[in-house]
Nanobody, 113 residues
Framework: QVQLVESGGGLVQPGGSLRLSCAAS????????MGWYRQAPGKEREVVAV???????TYADSVKGRFTISRDNAKSVVYLQMNSLKPEDTAVYYC???????WGKGTLVTVSS
């Protein structure tokens, strides 16, 4: 069955960096578009970044120039490198396979001094 397992969240100071990972299994990862979403307390879930099977990327305006999504098809992993983190980036970050309703359980990122 499809499994998506996020890791790499934690507490970081403003201006710091984190790299999130999402390990995928149970489907043909290399041809699947993948996305990172986030949900802050009291807010709706929103898209952060998307990467196609071919490697094309799209970002939310709020993270452009700070976040980078990438994938390793040999390892079936999608990454989210987050730099210059701000308190407003605090959220649970989720990995999902686009075009489906398959989501990971999320990893919490807290940006605070």
């Amino acid at each position: 069955q499809v499994q998506l397992v996020e890791s790499g969240g934690g507490l970081v100071q403003p201006g710091g960096s984190l790299r999130l990972s999402c390990a995928a299994s149970g489907f043909i990862f290399s041809i699947s578009a993948m996305g990172w979403y986030r949900q802050a307390p009291g807010k709706e879930r929103e898209v952060v970044a998307v990467i196609s099977g071919g490697g094309s990327t799209t970002y939310a305006d709020s993270v452009k120039g700070r976040f980078t999504i990438s994938r390793d098809n040999a390892k079936s992993v999608v990454y989210l490198q987050m730099n210059s983190l701000k308190p407003e980036d605090t959220a649970v970050y989720y990995c999902m396979m686009l075009g489906t309703n398959y989501w990971g359980k999320g990893t919490l990122v807290t940006v605070s001094s």
